[in-house]
């Protein structure tokens, strides 16, 4: 039995925007099944926020046992280099928001850990090797427009917060040299490393991070949301033959 290649979205555009793509469609309770590209998906929207993330890739790793999780949609962006459009690909993937709560703040530490009980070295989870090299193989070799957008290979941080601040975004882009942020992707991550099945976030950015983020957001969600398709039909061949 061929296992599927998971995908999951956090919101109805991107989840519309991946669906479109989709041939010989099933139904499965909480997932659609079907072929993108010749590879066999199963496609699952999960909500907004870690919890629901790590709810929908765990439904979906027990249930589906997929060769990869892939989470796609948007994302607020952090490195000032990038615009509205760009896509980030996550090398790594940081939860900012865990860690230990002092008087100064949160000190981010490994989700799952804290420094005086499991310690350990590790900051973000990580895509392998053999995945993340055989997805920088095929977008470097990707005729400009196949793409026709933007391409980044970065840190993508994850927390339960909508970020709106100017301040934040700098400190955040400062501590952690981070280029986007979104709301679910290191909970799947770090999913997807529970269960030992290789991982992968794209994230489109709709926003700045900053205090329009809301307004941009709003604006330009229907866009960036549909933007990543071709990205995704690029990669799913790639990601199906590597994992």
Same mark, same amino acid.
């Given at each position: ?79 000032? &280099? ?57 977008? &470097? ?103």
């Amino acid at each position: 039995m061929v296992k599927p290649i998971g995908l999951l979205t956090a919101i109805a555009q991107e989840y519309e925007a991946v669906e479109a793509l989709m041939e010989n469609r099933t139904s499965e309770r909480d997932f659609l099944l079907g072929d993108v590209e010749g590879r066999r998906v199963c496609l699952a929207m999960t909500g907004i926020g870690k919890v629901n993330a790590a709810v929908s890739a765990t439904q979906m790793c027990e249930r589906t046992a997929p060769s990869a999780l892939v989470f796609t949609g948007v994302a607020g962006g952090l490195d000032p &280099a990038l615009d509205i459009g760009d896509v980030v690909i996550g090398h790594t993937l940081i939860q900012h928001d865990a860690g230990v709560l002092g008087d100064d703040g949160i000190a981010t530490y490994q989700a799952g850990h804290i420094p005086f009980y499991n310690p350990t070295d590790q900051l973000g989870f990580h895509p392998s090797d053999r995945l993340l090299t055989a997805v920088r193989l095929a977008v &470097a070799s990707a005729p400009e427009e196949t793409i026709g957008c933007r391409i980044m290979f970065g840190t993508i941080l994850t927390g339960d917060q909508f970020l709106e601040s100017d301040r934040e975004r700098q400190r955040l882009r400062e501590r952690f040299s981070a280029h986007a942020i979104e709301m679910e992707g290191g909970a799947v991550a770090q999913v997807a490393a529970r269960y030992g099945v290789d991982h992968l976030a794209i994230r489109t950015l709709s926003d700045r991070a900053g205090q329009t983020s809301s307004t941009d957001f709003s604006t330009f969600l229907d866009r960036v949301a549909r933007q990543t398709t071709d990205l995704i039909r690029l990669l799913l061949p790639v990601i199906g033959s590597e994992v």
